[in-house]
Nanobody
Framework: QVQLVESGGGLVQAGGSLTLTCAAS????????MGWFRQAPGKERDFVAG????????DYADTVKGRFTISRDNAKNTVYLRMSSLKPEDTAVYYC????????????????WGQGTQVTVSS
């Protein structure tokens, strides 16, 4: 089992950058694929980015491709989401999630979740 805690959210102007951090507890972190999801008010929780256990494979939603970068440091039990060229439509609560196996795009495929961190992008 793994416990996840996100941090790094905040208020940023459009065009700015922000890096989210997800700290994990548990000895098996390095065996999990990790994902970042986001949920805006009144909307579904959507896939943003994913990374496999080694960091050798990543995947992104089309809406963030080229602007966001996911990475991980297994020695520190941490996964990051570097967000740049932020837009107002990126405003949401961002969640990290973990699952055994490969990267997945659907929220129900991830059994472990953090509590979320708010990102607000002003125009």
């Amino acid at each position: 089992q793994v416990q996840l805690v996100e941090s790094g959210g905040g208020l940023v102007q459009a065009g700015g950058s922000l890096t989210l951090t997800c700290a994990a507890s548990g000895r098996t972190f390095s065996s999990y694929a990790m994902g970042w999801f986001r949920q805006a008010p009144g909307k579904e929780r959507d896939f943003v980015a994913g990374i496999n256990w080694s960091g050798g494979s990543t995947d992104y939603a089309d809406t963030v491709k080229g602007r966001f970068t996911i990475s991980r440091d297994n020695a520190k039990n941490t996964v990051y989401l570097r967000m740049s060229s932020l837009k107002p439509e990126d405003t949401a609560v961002y969640y990290c999630a973990a699952r055994a196996g490969n990267i997945a795009h659907l929220k129900y495929e991830y059994p472990y979740w953090g509590q979320g961190t708010q990102v607000t992008v002003s125009s």
